[in-house]
Nanobody, 123 residues
Framework: QVQLVESGGGLVQAGGSLRLSCAAS????????MAWFRQAPGKEREFVAT????????FYSDSVKGRFTASRDNAKNTLYLDMNSLKPEDTAVYFC????????????????WGQGTQVIVSS
C-alpha cells in the first residue's frame, strides 16, 4: 500500500511560482510512475505531468509545458511540481498520483491518489 500526502499549495499572484511536494509512504515508491493531476471547480480531473521511475522521463500536458517541472527524489520518497509563470486558469486542486504502468496520463492508470492541495492564482 502507498499513501500520498501533498503540500505546498496556496494563494499566488499571476506570474508567480509555487512548489508542490508529495510525500509517499511505502517501500515501492522508487518503482512507481508518479503523476500530477488537477481539478478546477466544475471541471473534470485532468492530467498535468508524469515522471517515470526509470531514468526518469517526464511528460506534460500542453497547457503547462514549459512552465511546470516535475521531479522526484527516490531517496526521500518525494515527488515535486515546480510551477512557474502561473496563470489564473491554473487555479485548481492538485493531486499527486501513482501508478504501475510506464506512463500515467489518465485517471484509469492511477492506483493511488493523494488528498489534494489547493492552488489559487489571482489575476
Amino acid at each position: 500500500q502507498v499513501q500520498l500526502v501533498e503540500s505546498g499549495g496556496g494563494l499566488v499572484q499571476a506570474g508567480g511560482s509555487l512548489r508542490l511536494s508529495c510525500a509517499a509512504s511505502g517501500r515501492t515508491f522508487s518503482t512507481l510512475t508518479m503523476a500530477w493531476f488537477r481539478q478546477a471547480p466544475g471541471k473534470e480531473r485532468e492530467f498535468v505531468a508524469t515522471i517515470s521511475w526509470m531514468e526518469p522521463r517526464t511528460f506534460y500536458s500542453d497547457s503547462v509545458k514549459g512552465r511546470f517541472t516535475a521531479s522526484r527524489d527516490n531517496a526521500k520518497n518525494t515527488l515535486y511540481l515546480d510551477m512557474n509563470s502561473l496563470k489564473p486558469e491554473d487555479t485548481a486542486v492538485y493531486f499527486c498520483a501513482a501508478g504501475r504502468e510506464r506512463v500515467v496520463v489518465s485517471r484509469t492508470q492511477v492506483n493511488y491518489w493523494g488528498q489534494g492541495t489547493q492552488v489559487i492564482v489571482s489575476s
